[in-house]
């Protein structure tokens, strides 16, 4: 879903639904691109604020459902099956493993609730700006520049050598050990179409999002000199991530599809796009990324058994956790987009690479006041 690239250019060098209407949209989230072309978002913005909408109603049924650890066993199977979290039937006290394993899974999917509702500072101000994470919905804003032009900074200015002489992006030691990491990686940058300065050092760049690709983020790493950009995440969300057939528009229509023996990650929506890619703008290098990701249900689940870290750190496991808990506590809400008719668990089917996650029918749960 996400290959994680190096971006370097700034440089000197909820199980109580929300109500209907989210107050957040996407652009109080992100500085969103925008037009609909080079990687603007304009013709996205409904579905954009829907799919947050979705991350926000799931996220929040999420944690109320991790509050019932002690006491559902389904919650207690469902941790240990997605990140090899022991079910012992407690969690026991502040100190032991178990809890402090519960507790950093918990948080870091409050970090990205926080995220989306806007979280406020304690002495005011916003915890994550949206002047720092920037929104594409497409590859194309990238223009390929070549190892020997002269090179840009965060200002989109000329960086000079001492005798006043336009200095070759090559010959930037970050840029060049950019470069190097990997022999077809080029110097993509973004200046020319956007207001955001910056290279991405890869091969693929502008043509990132070919074909069957869902979507990607980049850190952006301000260095040297003594006035350098802040921080900036970009992500950047692939058309094919709106328009492929094989996700459900919506939980709703997730929801819908689902039977007994039903694989979850045959019910994951497609706002879960913009759930994984939050994973990564949020935690960061914490997270997997690139060739160290794993997407595949039963790979995940494997890797909750063999390697219980790394599930713990691997996006693709929170989007299926996530949504196993908004499938079995979500509720009915009318046509909403994530409105849930029917709630379901899910256990484990089949062995190995070809175990699959399959609904299991669950009696009704009554929502919990937050």
């Known amino acids: 879903m996400a290959k994680c690239l190096f971006l ?24 969103v691109q925008s037009g609909t072309g080079d990687g603007g978002c304009d013709d996205r ?14 996220i929040d049924v999420t944690l109320l459902a991790m509050d019932r650890y002690d006491r559902d066993v389904r919650v207690r199977r469902a941790l240990s099956t997605i990140f090899g979290l022991r079910n012992s039937g407690r969690l026991g006290g502040s100190g032991t493993r178990a809890r402090l394993t519960f507790n950093t899974i918990r948080d870091y999917i409050e970090f990205i609730g926080n995220f989306f509702n806007q979280q406020q500072k304690d002495g005011g101000g916003n915890m994550y700006p949206s002047s720092g994470f920037w929104l594409f919905c497409d590859s194309t804003f990238l223009a390929l520049h070549n190892p020997t032009d002269p090179a840009s900074d965060y200002k989109g200015e000329p960086i000079l050598d001492e005798n006043g002489d336009p200095v070759p992006i090559r010959d930037v030691p970050e840029y060049q050990m950019r470069l190097e990491e990997d022999p077809n990686n080029e110097p993509w940058w973004s200046g020319d179409l956007t207001d955001l300065n910056g290279y991405y050092f890869t091969e693929y760049g502008g043509n990132y999002c ?21 921080d900036v995440v970009s992500v950047i969300l692939c058309p094919y991530s709106f328009e492929n057939g094989q996700r459900p528009d919506s939980y709703q229509d997730a929801n819908n599809l ?12 497609k706002s879960a796009t913009l759930l994984h890619e939050a994973f990564h703008a ?7 990324a690139g060739d160290n990701e794993r997407y595949d249900i039963a790979t995940c689940l494997n890797l909750a058994t063999t390697d219980p870290v790394s599930a713990q750190h691997n996006p693709e496991n929170y989007v299926f956790f996530i949504a196993h808990m908004y499938h079995m506590f979500g509720v009915e809400e009318g046509n909403e987009p994530w ?32």
């Open 8 to 31: 370097l250019g700034l440089i000197t060098g909820l199980l109580v639904l929300l109500p209907c209407t989210i107050a957040v949209e996407m652009n109080d989230i992100f500085t």
């Open 45 to 58: 913005a409904d579905v954009l604020d829907q799919w947050l909408s979705e991350c926000i109603q799931s």
């Open 210 to 230: 070919y074909e069957d690709d869902l979507g990607v983020t980049a850190g952006i790493e301000p260095l040297g000199g003594d006035e350098v950009g802040q």
């Open 258 to 269: 689902l039977r007994a023996g039903t694989n979850l990650a045959d019910a994951i929506p």
């Open 282 to 288: 949020i935690h960061g290098g914490i997270f997997l």
């Open 339 to 370: 409105s849930i008719h029917t709630q379901w668990n899910f256990d484990v089917i089949g062995t190995g690479q070809n175990r699959i996650y399959g609904a299991v029918e669950t009696e009704h749960t009554e929502g919990l006041s937050a």
